[in-house]
């Protein structure tokens, strides 16, 4: 096992088109099996209500498939990755531990978002490695981008029937053959009942956020930012009929994105339109510059000349989050400070909130009551749950993960690298668990097998030349690994 990922993967020949149509489909019978049923399926395991649990039940015929290697292969970073895992476990010492302000519960109350959290971490640990050292024959990197792609098309569904039909819930499988108490319980709700939206009050009033395939919208909107650039290198390429196929799915997007009223999702959107447009015009391709700005001024007249226009308005001139994100910010810090290193194991509760020093809600403050430290963004629930210690790990392996990959010009590198750079925003707002971190670390897994490819073909190149069997090429040129068309 190597440290710093520089083993050379087995690749594909010289010469090899990796962008041609591939004639064996995915098959449960085939290697990568577990990520299709992962992306693909995903509408499916919601509807069962398996959607939060598949993640943990496919990691099992991963880490059977990496079992049966001869040696696995490791990104660069994943010793930082390793760290952070075990800092996970260490800083469980703490959960008996109620620092001032915050609400007193026994050690058993807390292990089961313990268990959830760190089943997390592991499965998104193994979808990376087994992604990693998936071959080029066994899964082309073509088809996990177009299955992320895919993904992105399913959550597009959702939020657009969350529009369509903002009450729509039901009773699943999986919720039917839970005890009645435990069914009920808020979390387990958000894990196995699915819903088509979030109805909060937001603006003042009673609003339907769009949120399916997930539990949350805050949830939805991360994915949604994640997977748009696997969307675009996937599905916004190639023949016209796709191309228009892929814009319209793009504009349907708008209408979920604004009415989800995720000003998160909104900022973040807008981070990866910059980013885009440094990336293209970096490289002199001002025909992509231009579709991208043309495409932009498009999305902002479809919002300026609808309804939407007033939802924006009224979204950002109401802030109620504001007071509640301020609140536990703050009170996560004091928490935090009192066990500065390894944290306190897992989240807390707050005494009162934003709107009251109550302990409990009550009935002029349904507001109140103690607001989970820790919920308002990843970065926060490491922190608290794992302290500065694990916070520099965690954010570390992203950073360096993004300064390893930093020259891949490719379009993977474009949506491989606008996923983690995302990421290291949407911590600060949104959590991660589960699928989000798995979309992350998959985008890590094909940026990895990318350069991997590049340098398996400079290496090849350089072996012809010096045997004299291969025609010379302009200086300073090298043989890319093939575009995802």
């Known amino acids: 096992m190597s440290p710093t990922g520089t083993v050379t993967m087995a690749g594909p020949p010289l010469g090899t088109d990796l962008s041609a149509p591939r004639r064996a489909a995915s098959s449960f019978a085939r290697p990568g099996w577990p990520l299709t049923a992962l992306l693909v399926f995903f509408p499916l395991w919601w509807v069962l209500g398996l959607s939060a649990l598949m993640p943990f039940l496919l990691a099992v015929p991963m880490v059977t498939h990496l079992l049966r290697r001869q040696s696995v292969l490791v990104p660069p970073g994943f010793g930082l990755w390793v760290l952070f895992l075990l800092w996970v476990v260490a800083s469980t010492v703490m959960l008996g531990y109620d620092p001032p302000g915050t609400l007193p519960a ?132 190639g023949s016209v009929a796709r191309k228009l196929a892929g814009t319209a799915i793009l504009a349907a997007s708008a209408f979920p994105i604004v009415y989800s009223l995720n000003r998160g999702l909104w900022l973040g959107l807008a981070i990866a339109a910059v980013i885009a447009v440094v990336r293209m015009a970096a490289r002199g391709n001002v025909a992509a510059v231009g579709g991208l700005v043309v495409g932009v001024l498009a999305a902002g007249a479809l919002v300026l000349g609808t309804p939407l226009t007033g939802l924006v308005q009224e979204r950002l001139d109401n802030g109620h989050s504001n007071d509640i994100r301020t609140f536990t910010t703050a009170r996560t810090i004091d928490a935090v400070s009192h066990s500065p290193v390894i944290g306190l194991g897992s989240t807390r509760a707050a005494m009162g909130s934003a709107n009251s020093i109550a302990v409990g809600q009550e009935s002029d403050c349904p507001r109140c009551g103690n607001p989970t430290l820790g919920s308002n963004g990843q970065l926060w629930a490491i922190l608290i749950a794992h302290g500065v210690g694990g916070a520099l790990l965690f954010v570390g392996f992203f950073l360096k993960s993004l300064w390893v990959y930093r020259r891949d010009r490719t379009p993977i590198g474009d949506a491989g690298l606008l996923a983690i750079v995302l990421s290291l925003y949407f911590m600060f707002v949104y959590n991660a668990l589960p699928m989000p971190l798995i979309i992350v670390f998959l985008s890590i897994a094909l940026l990895w097998r990318n350069k991997q490819a590049q340098e398996e073909a400079d290496s090849r190149l350089e072996g012809s030349s010096a045997d004299g069997s291969a025609r010379s090429l302009p200086p300073g040129a090298r043989l890319r690994p093939g575009p995802v068309r």
């Open 106 to 237: 026994p050690v058993t109350g807390r292990l089961v978002s313990v268990a959830f959290n760190l089943a997390g971490y592991l499965s998104a640990t193994v979808v990376l490695l087994y992604a990693v050292n998936l071959t080029e024959e066994e899964f082309p990197r073509r088809r996990l981008v177009r299955q992320l792609g895919a993904f992105f098309v399913t959550v597009v569904a959702g939020g657009l029937l969350g529009l369509l039909a903002p009450r729509f819930e039901f009773t699943s499988p999986v919720e039917m053959l839970l005890p009645e108490r435990v069914a009920r319980d808020v979390f387990v709700q958000s894990l196995v009942h699915p819903a088509a939206s979030q109805v909060q009050d937001v603006l003042g009033f009673t609003t339907p956020r769009p949120s399916a395939p997930f539990g949350f919208t805050n949830m939805w909107g991360y994915a949604i930012a994640l997977l748009v650039g696997w969307f675009v290198v996937g599905y916004l390429r």
